[in-house]
């Protein structure tokens, strides 16, 4: 009998025919199951007949025989049905396997027709492309051909026309710098002997200014030896006259005044008054001594000694200030020596160039009020003039009160020697209402000036250069410069707008603010250079030299009018050939004959105008600043004799620089050009 373990571990022979191995494996699993529940069974059975104490021995063992066979019978069955099973499977195996060879061979045939089919249309497919890339490659070599000769000679058209360009540039540029090179030597040459004269003419003025200064620094020394030693017999004067009135004996109320030489007429000898008491209390009696001169005018008050004595010392103590500031003055005027020696030309900006004339400041005054004066020498010798914001101490002195003249009147009656207490004063430079200056730009006056009428007589002037060839020359480099970096520029900008036009097709349009960023750097640099230029050409139109270009100021904007024009033609060019129905091809044409007109003339005459423009605009703006009352407008021969800028008249700087009237150029090709119309008188 088999044993339980044999089910339990099936093997079994793999082999490719036969029955489904999950359906064998199943009903293995199923017998399985059987066995080990009859197993089971066999075992509570033997432990009942255990428990029950059952038959012993032949009684179990025939039991055991029993359920044996009826286990083999089962086996048996089992064996019987899975050889059953076997050989249907094995029927079942041998159908479906001639079936899927039917089917395998069917699917076969199918997938070579298929293949077949696929192969032969993508034969057929390929084919028909290359012949279709053969042909459009052929037609693309022959159009890249046709473009490339076309383009080719356009090249060729465009290198003649820059090379000749270019050498007229050269030939200009040329022209242009000889002539600034010999303008330049001509200006150095002449500013160079100028300079050279000025300073000769400077070194020999300061050089007789530093004379000047030394003699008269010692005539200060010597005036203040003469003004301390008529102090000193001033005082000692004053003191015999004090001890005269203390010693006179005459009581409190009488003192007797001995008068120092007078300045007036000697007084008739009918006066009452001439020698005696002055009034009749007799407190003040006038004594004269012997062949004293006539008397001065008498007073009409009574002197008390006190305050005669406190007169007195108010005048020593005005001499002291006026010797004190003598003092000041002499050391003011040694320290100018001394500085003086060294001088150079330091002519700034803006101030008048030194001469001779301008270094002899106004007479020195040296003379006292009665009628005396000084030599004409004292009159000539310059002094320091100090400006109102020098922090050195002041030169002029208090003018003396009519007593201490009086007093010193009686020291000159015996001294010979120049006045000693004579004001020395320096000259102080004119006031601000005082200075009339050579020219005064317009606008400037004030005061009474204000209610005049604005309208002024005018002072023609009369120009030394030809102002058409002066603003030749001046912009002719400028434009050169700038039309070299339009033009390059504008071959950028063409490409640029084709590739645009490529890839957006019919919806492109030229956008003025791409051209505004492209033009914009090349054309303010011309403006700015343009303004410039007008500066200098205002110089030269004056006479004046270089007019200083003041700083943060612009010119008008150039930019936008050039733009414009550009856009306006590209754009016009576009619709135009849209219009005809032109493809893409011909619009890109169309719009590349527009730039390659600008590049061969437009560009240059718009450029012209701007220069024009911004030069016109720095010359009035130039011209109003060195005072030109009007200006006008010029034209260039009897063809722009009807320009709106000629037909205006002559206009005010100013009004012409607010933009209240037409400057040239008025037009397009407009020549005109701006000249110095008068000064205000």
């Known amino acids: 009998m088999a044993d339980s373990d044999d089910f339990r571990i099936p093997n079994f022979t793999t082999s490719r025919r036969g029955y489904d191995r999950a359906e064998v494996d199943g009903f293995v699993q199923q017998m399985r199951a059987k066995v080990e529940s009859l197993e089971a069974e066999v075992a509570s059975l033997n432990r009942k007949v255990a428990e029950l104490g059952g038959p012993q021995g032949d009684d179990l063992r025939s039991e055991l025989t029993a359920v044996s066979r009826d286990v083999d019978q089962i086996l048996q069955a089992a064996r019987e ?6 050989t249907r499977a094995a029927e079942d195996a041998s159908k479906w396997r001639g079936a899927a060879d039917d089917d395998c061979r069917v699917m076969r045939d199918e997938a070579e027709t298929q293949a077949f089919q696929l192969r032969k249309a993508a034969w057929e497919s390929s084919t028909e492309m290359i012949d279709q890339v053969s042909s459009a490659s052929a037609d693309a070599i022959r159009l890249a051909e046709q473009d490339a000769l076309f383009i ?14 270019a050498r007229r540039d050269i030939e200009e540029e040329l022209r242009a710098a000889k002539a600034e090179a010999e303008r330049a030597i001509a200006n150095a040459r002449a500013e160079s002997e100028a300079i050279l ?13 530093a004379r000047a200064l030394e003699e008269r620094r010692a005539e200060l020394m010597g005036e203040l030896e003469s003004a301390r030693s008529s102090i000193d017999q001033l005082e000692s004067e004053i003191d015999t006259r004090r001890h005269a009135i203390h010693n006179a004996g005459m009581g409190e109320t009488g003192v007797t005044v001995v008068l120092p030489e007078p300045a007036a007429p000697p007084m008739e000898s009918s006066d009452p008054l001439e020698e005696g008491w002055i009034d009749e209390d007799a407190s003040v009696r006038i004594v004269r001594p012997d062949a004293a001169p006539p008397v001065m005018a008498q007073p009409t ?6 305050e005669l004595v406190a007169e007195v010392l108010q005048l020593r103590e005005a001499q002291e200030h006026r010797d004190a500031a003598v003092e000041v003055e002499a050391s ?3 320290e100018a020596v001394d500085s003086t020696g060294g001088a150079t030309d330091q002519r700034d900006a803006g101030e008048d160039p030194v001469t001779e004339d301008s270094l002899d400041g106004p007479d020195v005054d040296t003379s006292v009020d009665h009628g005396e004066s000084e030599s004409s020498e004292d009159a000539e010798i310059p002094a320091e003039t100090p400006s109102d914001t020098d922090d050195g101490p002041p030169t002029a002195t208090p003018q003396p009160d009519g007593a201490l003249d009086e007093l010193f009147a009686s020291l000159r009656s015996t001294d010979d020697r120049p006045d000693s207490a004579a004001e020395v004063t ?8 005082q200075e009339v200056p050579a020219e005064e730009p317009q606008g400037a006056e004030t005061g009474d000036h204000e209610s005049e009428s604005i309208a002024e007589a005018v002072v023609p002037i009369e120009l030394s250069v030809d102002p058409f060839e002066l603003r030749e020359r001046l912009l002719l480099p400028i434009e050169n410069r700038a039309l070299r970096g339009v033009k390059r520029t504008i071959v950028g900008l063409q490409n640029r707008v084709l590739e645009d036009l490529r890839l957006a097709g019919d919806d492109w349009s030229p956008e003025p603010v791409m051209f505004t960023a492209t033009f914009e750097s090349e054309i303010e640099t011309l403006t700015n250079e343009a303004v410039v230029a007008g500066y200098a050409g205002a110089g ?4 004046l030299g270089a007019i200083p270009h003041p700083k943060g100021g612009r010119p008008t904007d150039q930019t936008a009018p050039f733009v414009k024009k550009l856009v306006e033609a590209v754009a016009e060019a576009r619709a135009s050939a849209a219009a005809s129905g032109g493809s893409a091809r011909q619009q890109a044409a169309a719009i590349s004959r527009v730039f390659r007109a600008w590049r061969t003339d437009e560009a240059g005459r718009r450029l012209r105008d701007a220069a024009y423009s911004a030069y016109h605009e720095g010359l009035i703006r130039a011209l109003g600043s060195a005072g030109v009352g009007t200006v006008s407008a010029m034209p260039r021969g009897r063809s722009h004799a009807d320009c709106p800028a000629v037909k205006s008249g002559p206009w005010d700087p100013v009004r012409a620089v607010a933009g209240s009237v037409v400057v040239p150029p008025a037009s397009a090709g407009c020549e005109c050009t701006v000249v110095p119309a008068g000064n205000s008188r």
């Open 540 to 543: 030269e139109m004056l006479d």
């Open 81 to 86: 049905a899975a050889d059953k099973m076997r």
């Open 152 to 165: 080719r000679a356009e090249a060729e058209r465009e290198a003649l026309r820059l090379t000749g360009d």
């Open 197 to 209: 004269e000025t300073a000769r003419q400077s070194a020999e003025a300061a050089q007789e200014r």
């Open 301 to 306: 008050a009574l002197v008390d000694a006190d």
């Open 426 to 433: 320096a000259p102080q430079p004119p006031s601000p209402a």
């Open 332 to 334: 003011h005027l040694e």
